[in-house]
């Protein structure tokens, strides 16, 4: 149980970063500050529940399209919080592929990286107790 709070603890943070690194780098993105939130919250639910049914699809159709599969799910998702909310705020075709591949990756990176550097020290702090 408290491997899956922190697993969606990750994901809720890990997607948070990668919109804010998508909004401050492109013009034609933005993220407002009221609806951030519900934004994350929302873009995260659907990255959840598209992820699982576009990589059944890719399997069965190629496992070769399986590496793209995180970012039709994360297209879909920003699509979904965009239209859905109003707190996040995409213009432009090229905006909208650069911004998916901007999501993903900074959302890959801070899924990487968030366990090691902040939940390592919480288990250290645990351990020594």
């Known amino acids: 149980m408290v491997r899956l709070a922190l697993g969606t603890l990750v994901q809720l943070i890990a997607n948070a970063v990668g919109l804010v690194v998508a909004a401050n780098v492109l013009d034609d ?17 659907v990255n959840v529940l598209v992820l699982p049914l576009i990589q ?7 496992s070769a399209l399986m590496g793209s599969t995180a970012l039709v799910a994360a297209l879909v998702s920003l699509i979904v919080t965009v239209v859905v909310t109003d707190g996040l705020r995409i ?3 090229t905006t909208w592929v ?6 993903w990756a900074a959302a ?3 899924t990487l990286l968030l366990p090691v550097l902040v939940f390592k020290r919480l288990r250290e702090n645990n351990a020594r107790r």
């Open 29 to 45: 993105m933005a993220l407002d500050a009221d609806g951030f939130i519900v934004a994350v919250l929302l873009f995260t639910l």
């Open 56 to 62: 059944k699809n890719a399997l069965k159709q190629s």
């Open 91 to 93: 213009d432009g075709l």
């Open 98 to 103: 650069v911004a998916t591949v901007i999501v």
């Open 108 to 110: 890959l990176i801070a």
